[in-house]
């Protein structure tokens, strides 16, 4: 039933996604993902229930939309989440009180489902009074049309191993290879004593999102050393999923990976580069301030249904240090096999 204001709160169908992402194209604080391909993701590639309400208006226009994924494991809870496996999510409207409708719409579903909790990956307070976790920053910088500008504002330690990668021969190549990716990446997670994702998930990304999903391959000696799936949204390039061989480290390919990623956007004409989040005093929140970019907070919100408070499902936790140390010695092809069973519960 529609408000008295005429807005009704609806669930997205396939019919719906044309301008579902048509309204997310237009709306300034809306995010890659918002998309509403990331529907099709979360049950093709996972087997999670997705729940996409979109607000309209009596006319049948969409007024604002909420991505929502339902999570559930005995081992790590059981969350409905905006948005499962990305950096950003929550209720993007034309106003306050369409945001407020969806979230309340959410919180009303999170208690149907009985879920332990509702999660909103906002990258800005909306909820004063709900609880938040502050674990997490992002890293944004816009691009410079002039690639030689954009070298130079690299810190000069960092700029010195991007031109170390340079003076190695080392080539940048936009890559079709799914399981080429995926290979360089899994090599990596391992190493991190982190689950790979499914190279299933991979495929499937590529497929939904087509050319705004490009991978980027770094090859040294006719070898692929390296290797970074991004994500392109408006003016924007997200870099997401990327990693290197154990033979990367010494032709600093990590580094120039990241630098051509940069690069062939300016030349591209986009002006944002996204480096996504990090958690705070992590090896990765060091890189990325080393390239010269400053951490914007991010406030992940919470309402509560079963639990009492917040969760802690990260490997910054005490209780997966022993974990995380065991699967860095897995074996390789263990780690790929068993990893996405395991993964795919760590929205």
Partial sequence: MPSPDGVRIRQ?????SARWDAFVERMPQATFFHRAGWRRVLEEA???SAYFLYAESEAGEILGVLPLGHIRSRLFGNGLVSTPFCVYGGSVGVSAGVCERLDAEACRLAESLGVDHLELRCRSRCHEDWPRKDLYVTFRKAIDPDPERNLLAIPRKQRAM???GMQAALESRLDSDVDTIHRIYSESVRNLGTPVFSKRYFHVLKDVFGDDCEIL???HGGKVVAGVLSFLFRDEVLPYYGGGSAEARACKANDFMYWEVMRRACERGIQVFDFGRSKIGTGAFDFKRNWGFEPE???YEFHLV???EVPDVNPLNPKYSLFIAG????PLPLSRMMGPFIS???G
């Fill in 12 to 16: 997205l169908e396939p019919a719906d």
């Fill in 46 to 48: 996972f087997g999670h």
């Fill in 162 to 164: 991007v031109r170390k």
């Fill in 217 to 219: 391959t770094v090859h």
């Fill in 297 to 299: 907070p991010m406030s």
């Fill in 306 to 308: 079963r639990s009492t």
């Fill in 327 to 330: 699967w860095r010695r897995l």
């Fill in 344 to 346: 795919k519960y760590l």
